[in-house]
């Protein structure tokens, strides 16, 4: 079976996530190089179990390897878009952990450069590849559960994440809440009008948040 060598940015708690899977799951990929300067022995240890060749510091080995054609960016979320660029500039198709950027003005940037260069770029809303929220979207399509008015989404991580990772994080909207607007954007199609309430914490992030979105289809939303 032909393979394809990939590289991953950050090992982190979502960069340890995708190199597992990817190691256990996924043959027709090869973790050739997995890059972060901030590793613990743990870390270590464990990404050399996945028998990952590679285990390095700088990100620069990744985007200057001819043979990695595609790669995983796990960095912290203020530099999504900065690592995506630099992936996309590389000639590197790009799969990008979410979100992509604080601002919109820069998502359009790193949707720019992978166009310019050519590459596949895709972020990482799981949502629609599950197939328990598949399953969901094909009943409603088939109408069984009928005419849908009025959906309340809300979900939650199985832990607090550390104050670090939340002051860079952007916040609960921006890591979390994410997920479930893309998903129901899913399910419904385009959203007509969006209103929100939100407050920070002393984290200085928007971290209770409420939204309700009207889609073009008629339906309302409540995450």
Do not use: W
Request: some cysteine; aromatic content about 8%; overall charge neutral.
């Amino acid at each position: 079976m032909k393979t394809i060598k990939i590289g991953i940015i950050g090992a982190g708690r979502i960069g340890r996530v995708h190199a597992e899977n990817i190691a256990k799951f996924v043959p027709e990929m090869e973790i050739k190089t997995i890059a972060d300067p901030y590793m613990s022995e743990e870390t270590v240890e464990f990404l050399r179990r996945l028998q990952i060749p590679n285990i390095v510091k700088d990100a620069d080995v990744i985007l200057n390897d001819p043979e990695i054609k595609a790669v995983v960016v796990c960095s912290p979320t203020n530099l999504h878009a900065e690592y995506a660029i630099k992936v996309a500039e590389a000639g590197k198709d790009v799969f990008v952990e979410k979100p992509v950027d604080y601002r919109i003005d820069r998502v359009k940037e790193v949707i720019a450069a992978a166009k310019k260069a050519g590459v596949k770029l895709q972020v990482g809303f799981n949502r629609r590849f599950d197939h328990n929220h598949r399953a969901v979207y094909e009943a409603i399509r088939a109408g069984k559960v009928g005419k849908v008015n009025l959906v309340k989404i809300s979900s939650r991580d199985p832990e607090p994440p550390t104050i670090d990772y939340v002051k860079v994080s952007g916040g609960i909207f921006y890591d979390m809440m994410v997920h479930d607007v893309d998903y129901m954007n899913y399910l419904f199609g385009p959203a007509k009008s969006v209103y929100t309430l939100a407050s920070k914490d002393d984290t200085h992030c928007y971290n209770n948040v409420f939204a309700n979105i009207t889609y073009e289809s008629g339906v309302k939303a409540v995450a």
